[in-house]
């Protein structure tokens, strides 16, 4: 691949990627983790805070839409894949330098980044600074490398609870490699550790004054979902599926194959090259980790978004092919069209909250019919979407499930005292896709408020006059509090 082959390649992604960007409507994500920024803390019940320290930045700089998210998450990935450059460049030159990037750059993992506001968003920025900076405090031994690779690691905890695998993977590296052993009882290692421990403060912090929600919702209750080790097909074909799509199938297939050789290699007692093994180190723990997990429970798609940078550096020591490189890249710019076919024009609905049609739709039907309640709460429950939305676009606090006994996570933090609104009346939105049957909503808010009435729900029409979303809507007076 040639300079001019690479320029070519850099410029159509970004098109395409500068596409999507403006087309993309709000996903009940962006909603959500702006709905933290109303209430700027240490950190939130299901995540910690710097991804909303991202959002209120940028939406102070370009004001409050999906489109200001939007461009930031595409300004913090841009910054990613500078910062995935300049870390590769400490390994390889020329032509393996153009197609390590490459094999990041187009996956559409990127792309995915770039148009939904997510966690992973700063662990990318913060996990590939740290690796440069981890890289360069190994190499040069200057201690103030270690320093700062300890605060950005600790940073990039502060951003998503996985980052916790750079520490473990420093470890892994100046466990195995020979030549760097002496470093784990070295006093720079241990000033690494302490500056990671700092920098996490934030969400240690908060954790030690909500007794622990966070870390027991992260840890315990989620291995809770795991009990009984029972092999499920679905969940392990959903995460290599998933995988191959978001990595692509050469980058991803390529990565195991690294993992067998290398494997083979440190079984037999061979010398690993430094590179490979610091590569390792950062990408197989995580990886191991989760495709173990998958076996028994479902792993989301993009829990091991970080085993992509440093994997990039060992996928193309096993890259021997040019001519898949082309196909790769090819594919995915397919990949790419469609993608943005189905965000401009969705030809194939979705079938869940989890799209980006229709959320500012509803909010004005919903605002229209608060104009004939005007003393009545609005809230809903399927999680935090629906809350969230609403909550994203309405000039007054939207309330979630926690109102009537349901899961309603950092919601239900920040509404937990329920006592003030005894009394009053409510409008309940709920998603066909949430509650089955109006007889079952019915049933439960019966319980909460003296009377019930069901209004005409609220239809959703694209511009060819096709019904894309229903939710039922409820008039219910008085609440009552348990």
């Known amino acids: 691949m040639n300079k001019k082959e690479f320029a070519g390649i850099i ?21 959500y983790y702006t709905y933290y920024t109303e209430n700027l803390s240490w950190s939130y019940f299901d995540h910690p805070p710097m991804v909303a320290y991202m959002i209120w930045l940028f939406i102070t700089l ?11 998450d595409f300004l913090v990935t ?3 894949l500078c910062l995935l450059y300049l870390f590769l460049r400490n390994f390889f030159t020329g032509d393996m330098l153009r197609k390590a990037f490459v094999l990041v750059f187009t996956a559409p993992f990127i792309t995915l980044l770039m148009i939904n506001t997510t966690p992973d968003v700063p662990l990318l920025f913060f996990w590939t600074l740290s690796l440069l900076l981890i890289y360069k405090a190994v190499q040069s031994g200057q ?4 320093i700062l690779a300890g605060l950005v690691a600790g940073i990039a905890f502060d951003s998503k609870y996985t980052a916790v695998f750079l520490p473990a993977g420093l470890f892994c590296f100046l466990l195995f490699s020979k030549d760097h052993r002496k470093l784990l009882l070295s006093w720079k290692f241990i000033l690494f550790l302490i500056t990671f421990v700092l920098a996490c403060f934030p969400v240690i912090y908060w954790n030690i004054q909500n007794d622990f929600i966070s870390i027991k919702y992260q840890s315990a209750e989620r291995a809770s979902d795991m009990s009984g080790i029972v092999i499920k097909a679905r969940c392990i074909f959903g995460f290599l599926g998933s995988q191959l799509l978001l990595a692509l199938p050469v980058f991803f297939t390529t990565l195991f194959i690294s993992a067998v050789v290398l494997l083979k290699r440190l079984w037999k007692r061979e010398k690993i090259e430094t590179e490979q093994l610091f590569a390792a180190s950062f990408s197989f723990p995580m990886l191991f980790c989760f ?9 989301k798609m993009n829990w091991i978004m970080p085993v992509f940078i440093s994997g990039a550096l060992l996928a193309v020591y096993y890259f021997k092919s040019a001519a898949l490189l082309w196909w790769q890249t090819g594919f995915s710019v397919l990949v790419h069209i469609l993608f943005i076919i189905e965000i401009v024009w969705m030809p194939i609905p979705v079938q869940s909250n989890d799209t980006w049609w229709g959320w500012d739709k509803l909010a004005e039907e919903v605002q229209e019919l608060k104009t004939k309640h005007p003393d009545a709460i609005v809230f ?6 629906t809350s969230a939305a609403l909550n994203f676009y309405l000039p007054e606090h939207v309330y979630a499930g926690n109102l009537i006994g349901k899961f309603a996570y ?16 409510a409008l309940f939105i709920s998603s066909d896709k949430h509650w089955r049957g109006k007889e079952n909503i019915q049933m439960t808010l019966e319980e909460y408020f003296e009377s019930v009435t069901p209004l005409d729900s609220i239809i959703l029409r694209d511009k060819n006059e096709r019904i894309r979303r229903r939710f039922a809507v409820f008039e219910c007076n008085y609440y009552l509090p348990k």
Do not use: E, P
Not at 62 to 72: C, E, I, M, T, Y
């Open 78 to 80: 841009s910054g990613t």
């Open 62 to 72: 370009f004001g409050k839409s999906a489109l200001a998210l939007h461009v930031g």
């Open 291 to 299: 495709t173990a997990i998958a076996f028994i429970s479902w792993v």
């Open 410 to 425: 950092q919601f239900a933090l920040d509404d937990a005292d329920l006592s003030s609104l005894k009394g009053r009346n």
């Open 380 to 385: 809903s429950d399927n999680w935090y979407k």
């Open 143 to 146: 201690w103030y490398f270690w």
């Open 11 to 31: 410029l159509l992604f970004t098109l395409l990627r500068l596409v999507a960007v403006c087309s993309m409507g709000l996903m009940t994500q962006d909603a």
